[in-house]
């Protein structure tokens, strides 16, 4: 008797939380990885959607879809109300990095050390991460909005290609 009255107040207590799926839930911990985007499926058209650090993570939303988008390492929340006001969820957001393919490589002495981050699968290729040193930004970064032009047609292939990135 006692156990039915137990698994009767559990399934009461789960009832009352608003469900989501995505294999999260209200007031748990939720992992991105860096670059990469986890969609949640809320009960209702959220109303309103929170984020603590949008530089950590920021969300879109497409009717009842919360999508959560990993932008630089770190922890930040994500608090989700509906239409009324009412709190649908709320989450601790971990952005990491966790891909095996993941190295980064730090060179110098000293005070002077600067990563570089590459993903190797099934090569090495470089790769920019928050912490990565500065001067290399730049030319990674010339090279990713070459390759976009490229893809969205702005630029034809006839185009001088970006140096690369050392």
Same mark, same amino acid.
């Given at each position: 008797?006692?156990?039915?009255? %137990? ?6 207590? %789960? +009832?009352?939380?608003?469900? %989501? #799926? ?5 007031? /748990? ?7 990469? #985007?986890?969609? %949640?499926?809320? /009960?209702?058209?959220? *109303? ?8 950590? +993570? ?11 988008? *990993? @932008? ?25 990095? $966790? ?16 990563? @570089? #981050? ?29 390759? $976009?032009?490229?893809? $969205?047609?702005?630029?034809? #292939?006839? =185009?001088? =290609? ?5």
């Amino acid at each position: 008797m006692k156990n039915i009255l %137990l698994h009767f107040a559990l399934l009461a207590g %789960l +009832a009352v939380v608003p469900f %989501l #799926s995505g294999h999260a839930l209200a007031d /748990q911990a939720l992992d991105v990885e860096i670059d990469s #985007s986890r969609m %949640l499926t809320v /009960q209702a058209n959220p *109303g309103a959607v929170i984020v603590g650090n949008p530089s950590i +993570a920021d969300v879109s939303l497409h009717l009842d879809k919360v999508f959560v988008h *990993g @932008r630089s390492f770190g922890q930040t929340n994500l608090i989700i109300l509906d239409q009324k006001g009412e709190p649908i969820g709320q989450f601790d957001i971990m952005v990491k990095h $966790t891909a095996e393919s993941a190295v980064a490589v730090y060179e110098g002495t000293g005070a002077v050390v600067m990563r @570089r #981050s590459y993903t190797c699968w099934p090569l090495c290729e470089a790769d920019m991460q928050v912490g990565d040193g500065f001067e290399r930004f730049d030319g990674i970064i010339k090279g990713n909005m070459a390759k $976009t032009k490229f893809a $969205t047609g702005e630029e034809s #292939s006839e =185009a001088k =290609a970006p140096a690369a990135p050392q």
